[in-house]
Structures are given as structure tokens and as C-alpha cells.
């Protein structure tokens, strides 16, 4: 029973909507392309103990599950009866709650009436924080250290003073330290945005009557998530994933294994028949694999429980040491998305068995690219990261969407514009569109990638992290045909034309080379020809499928020329394909 609900329902949505609020004045005041363009940044509120309170909309939950241990790792550094407001700590160890070097964090203790109350926290991918390669996404990385600079918890304001000799070793570490220092100040505008707007909510209700509303909230989520989770047959499931390879050990397998154990109120999730943590960079850290776990299980629960502490709390997880998902320091780990979809790709097929409505076929994972240069001009290195997605897999009662990002990502989007890139670096997009013939073939159709292709217009270099499905492409399910692999082309159709592998670090472009991106796309659910005929002329017809593929893999005969069904050319095709043999 809960003692205030509208109360509650207010102190809530004051909340998400500070969170919101906090991600939007990030984002609009970053520097890196890829978070102004996309806003691949993450904000939300922790209570005085560390407990999640709120996130931003539409936060990834690979950011979340980072922040929420990273806190808990800053208070053993720094307690919070030392600190003081108007301080900020910096964060990024991998192995203390971190993402990788890249996603650095930020926290500020929000202090009402002399003592921590609250924080408020930020999480941005900045563009280059040192590493092997610009951007910090190193395809042949095999320990942290190639991928940048790692920070222990650190304060870099204290009492509202700058830490100038922290700032200082940042920057010196980038490659470009006038936009590692924007995003960070960026975020400082986030934080501090987030920590007036509580201060607000505390004059409003009183700090003890905040405290106690929050923990109210967090008890109503965690018993709404056992509510649903009771809704589910008991009983243990089984599934998998494979990975194409760590970009290290070319053609290796890598193999993520979940024993799924529903009980009466909780998930059990135990993944010791996974894989030992591999030499390249696809492992993931603790925060990154409680990611997977958690998306892949609301999932298949009432999406309006709101997400904070109370969510996590039904939930059990096995992650053993030293495998990919629980990997030891110092394993590389920014490809480490290969192994968290591949975690949510293992947990969906298991739970296929108890809510068969619900299955879905594999979907694409994230296509991710880096350039850099040298500015003729002014000397300086410039860099960018431009994350590509491709297609999701077919549902068990409808088609897969269309290039949508990674299922971990919500649906959700951090791709930029193409002018946005053409206007700040020496590149021009040539063509962005859907891969025809991309998506798998089944009853339910798997959602297309896409073929986008740029001209370098200076000499670059080129690191490309294909971070899975391109050699073992997203398979179907029910019958239902694999989407397609993605993959690098240079110079496509060319007499110079070279494919490059899925994951290659500082590959050199010259001027007026063109490099061509294709993303891998979701696998089909059912039997391709069990598919309406009608539903494939709607194909043919805005260019998804091809005539060739339509007969080819539906048994569907349409006509080149005025794009009309064939009805009885597509009735003989079926008869002939289900006759008996002879």
C-alpha cells in the first residue's frame, strides 16, 4: 500500500524529468560530434546511499548499470561525510564500474542542510582520451591500456574550485583536448543543473520527506518487477549466442551461455558455460553484462515500472571471473558490445520457451567507425566517431524494423547527420540508404541494414570496429533465413576495390578514396514462403526486395516491368516447392 501515491506519482516524474533535463543540457553543450549530433550521453540521480533514483529518457542501460556500481566504488575512494558542496569526481576504470576509457563519468554530491543527500551524475563518450588508435576504439586492443587513459575516482572541482592540475593531465592525454574539456564541462552543466532543480524538490517536501518518497518509489518498482516476473511460467531455460571473432584471433568463436532460472518472484541468471575472456577487446566488464541481463528481461515485463534501485533487486546473476562476461584486468574491452547483445540475443532465445508471443529473431549489433587527420591548416588532429546501425530482427507477429540501433540501446538512436560531419571534417556522404535484399527472409520479415558510403576528401586514417555479424551474420529463428552480414568495402565497383576486415585499427585512406559501410541486418522468423504474397509486392515495391530475391526466396513472381503480382506464376512456384518428392 502506498502511504502517498500522488505524491509519489509527482516526486517521480520531478525526477525523471530533472534527469531529462540534466541529458539535454549535456548534450547541447558537448563538442564531440557524436553526442551533440546523437546524444550518446546518459544523466540520472542517486540518493544520498548510492541508490539509482532516476535516468534520463531513453537512456541506454549499458550507461546506467555503469553509473550505479562506479558510484558505489567513488564512496570507498571518497565518503561522503568528506565531501563538500560544489565538489565533482571523475571516473572511467572499466574494472571499478566503468564502460571503457571513453565513457568517462562525472558525479556531484547535491548536500542539503550539511550533509550528501543526493547526487547527480553524467556519462559521456568523448571523443579522444588517448590509446593506440584516435577515439579510443582500437579493433586489435588486448588490454585497457591501448584503449586510453584510465581514471581512478578523482575529484576535478572542489568546492566549486576547478582541479586544474587533473584537467590538465586529461588534456594532455588527448588528442584533442579542447573537445575532451568541452564535454567535460559539458557535463558539469549537467550535473550542476540537476543539483539546483533537487534543491528545489527538497524546499518543496523537506529532505527527510524526499529521502522517505524515494525509498518508497524504489520498493513499488522492485514489487511491480516481481508482480510481473510471478506472471512468468517457473522453471529454467537455456540459450546462446555466438560472436564472430575478438578482432585479435581472426575466426575464433566466442561462445555466451545462460541457464535462465525463473522463480516465483525472481530471475536467476547464471552464465557459467560461457566462454573464457577473450585476447581482443569484445570482453565486458561486470556493469556492462548486468546491462544485458537487465534489458533483456524487461523485455518481457510491464515497460512503465519505472527504472531506479528497486528493478535490480529481483535479480540474481552468475557472472564468472575471467570469462567474457566478468573478464580480469587488465582484458581490453571497447568492443565489449559484441558480447552485451550478445548476452541479450542468449536471454531472449531462452525466454522464447516461455513467452513463444514474444520471440524475435537476432538483430544487428552496432557498426562502428573512427576517423582522423591532420588539419593542413592548423596542425592540430581532428577525429570523430560515427556509430552505423543496421536492421532488427523479425518478431513472432511482425516484421523487424528497419535500421534501428542495437536492441540495448532501447531503439534509440546516436547517429548524427551527415552534414553535421560534412561541415566539421574533410569527408562527403555519397550515399545513405536501405541494403535492398538485406533482411532476412521469413513469414515475418527481418529489418534491413543499410549501405552508406563517404569520399575522404584529405588523407585519414581509418579504424573500424565491425563489432559483430558480419562473418556469422544474425540468423532467423522458426525457419525464418539469417540477415545479412555487414562488412568495409574501399573503392567499391573499382578496379582498385578491397574489402577490409570487420575490425581493423588506423587504416590509411587517401584523397578521394571512397569507403563503404554496410550493416548487418535481423534475421526472419517463420518460413519465407509461408510469407503473404501481398507483403512481398509491398517489398518489391518500396525497394526492401528485389524481383529476383522475391522468386527466389518467397516464391513470389512479380513483374519487372509494371511491379504486378503474378498470381498464377507465384501459385506454381509455391505448389512445385511444397509437392512431394518423386
Known sequence: ??????????????????????????????????????????????????????????????????????????????????????????????????????????????????????????????????????????????????????????????????????????????????????????????????????????????????????????????????????????????????????????GKDHRVQVELEIGRDSIRADFSGSDPQARGPINAARSQSMSGVLFAVRCFLDPEIPVNEGVYRPLEVELPYGTLVNPRPPAACNARMATVMAIVEAILQAFAGVAPHKAVAASCNAHVYTLDGVDRETG????????????????????????????????????????????????????????????????????????RELEVLDDVRLTARATDRCRIPPPGIRGGRPGAGGGWIVNQDEADERVLPPKITAHELRRGERLTMLTSAGGGCGEPWERDPRRVLEDVREGRVSVEAARRDYGVAIDRRTLALLDDDTRRLRAERSAPEP
Open 1 to 250: 500500500m502506498l502511504s502517498d501515491p500522488i505524491s509519489l506519482a509527482i516526486v517521480q516524474n520531478a525526477f525523471t524529468t530533472t534527469a531529462q533535463e540534466m541529458g539535454l543540457s549535456v548534450v547541447r553543450s558537448a563538442y564531440s560530434t557524436v553526442v551533440k549530433e546523437g546524444g550518446d550521453a546518459t544523466s540520472a540521480i542517486f540518493d544520498g546511499r548510492g541508490r539509482l533514483v532516476a535516468q534520463s529518457v531513453g537512456a541506454p542501460l549499458m550507461h546506467l548499470s555503469s553509473l550505479r556500481p562506479s558510484l558505489a566504488e567513488l564512496l570507498r575512494d571518497f565518503p561522503a561525510e568528506d565531501m563538500r558542496e560544489g565538489d565533482v569526481f571523475a571516473f572511467n576504470d572499466p574494472y571499478r564500474g566503468g564502460i571503457h576509457s571513453n565513457d568517462v563519468m562525472l558525479f556531484r554530491p547535491v548536500c542539503l542542510g550539511g550533509r550528501v543527500e543526493f547526487f547527480t551524475a553524467a556519462l559521456l563518450h568523448v571523443a579522444d582520451i588517448g590509446g593506440i588508435a584516435a577515439g579510443g576504439l582500437p579493433a586489435n586492443a588486448t588490454e585497457m591500456y591501448h584503449e586510453g587513459l584510465i581514471l581512478p575516482p578523482v575529484p576535478i572541482q572542489r568546492a566549486g574550485e576547478p582541479q586544474r592540475d587533473v584537467l590538465n593531465i586529461i588534456a594532455a592525454n588527448s588528442r584533442t583536448p579542447e573537445k575532451v574539456l568541452g564535454d567535460i564541462r559539458a557535463m558539469l552543466a549537467g550535473v550542476n543543473v540537476g543539483a539546483r532543480r533537487i534543491g528545489g524538490l527538497a524546499q518543496r517536501y523537506g529532505v527527510e520527506r524526499l529521502g522517505e518518497l524515494c525509498s518508497e518509489l524504489m520498493d513499488y518498482s522492485e514489487l511491480r518487477t516481481r508482480q510481473e516476473i510471478g506472471k512468468l511460467p517457473a522453471g529454467t531455460q537455456r540459450g546462446e549466442f555466438l560472436i564472430d571473432d575478438d578482432g585479435v584471433e581472426t
Open 380 to 451: 592540430k588532429v581532428w577525429t570523430y566517431l560515427d556509430p552505423q546501425f543496421g536492421g532488427g530482427g523479425a518478431r513472432s507477429d511482425r516484421d523487424g524494423l528497419d535500421v534501428t540501433a542495437p536492441l540495448i540501446f532501447g531503439g534509440g538512436s546516436v547517429a548524427g547527420t551527415v552534414e553535421a560531419y560534412e561541415i566539421e571534417y574533410p569527408v562527403r556522404f555519397r550515399r545513405f540508404e536501405l541494403w535492398r535484399d538485406s533482411g532476412g527472409a521469413g513469414r515475418w520479415r527481418g529489418g534491413l541494414g543499410t549501405r
